[in-house]
């Protein structure tokens, strides 16, 4: 018996594979060296878990998939792990009306002001909005 020929299936209703299926494709052997995951990386897993919990079920786990497989072909593949995640979630607290895209976007310039009055440097740029 021969061995079975990786594809990618389309989803129903588009135009050919979601950027996240690269079953088939050629890039390279997986990295499989295991690393530490940094703080910001553990306090994401800590918000997805406890906004995923069936005591505060803000969104299902499903849902943070859907808004991580809908990203565009660049932003996917410039975006690491992690970045997908916090991106999914801030996404997903807003479509849920947890809180606006305003009250974010006045934290996260708050937080950047504070990390700069310590005379650290904050990232230029901002993470675009996914269209709703």
Do not use: C
Request: charged share 35%; glycine share 6%.
């Amino acid at each position: 018996m021969s061995p079975a020929k990786p594809r990618n299936n389309p989803r129903d209703g588009a135009d050919g594979p979601g950027v996240h299926d690269v079953g088939g494709l050629d890039f390279g052997p997986i990295d499989r060296t295991e690393h530490d995951p940094a703080l910001w990386e553990k306090r994401v897993d800590a918000m997805l878990n406890l906004l995923v919990s069936p005591r505060k079920a803000a969104f299902k786990l499903d849902a943070h998939r859907r808004v991580i497989e809908a990203y565009r072909a660049q932003d996917y593949d410039r975006t690491e792990y992690y970045e997908k995640w916090v991106r999914s979630i801030r996404n997903l607290v807003v479509e849920q009306g947890i809180v606006s895209r305003a009250e974010v976007d006045a934290r996260v310039a708050e937080v950047a002001a504070q990390i700069e009055a310590t005379g650290r440097r904050v990232a230029p740029g901002r993470v675009p909005w996914d269209k709703p």
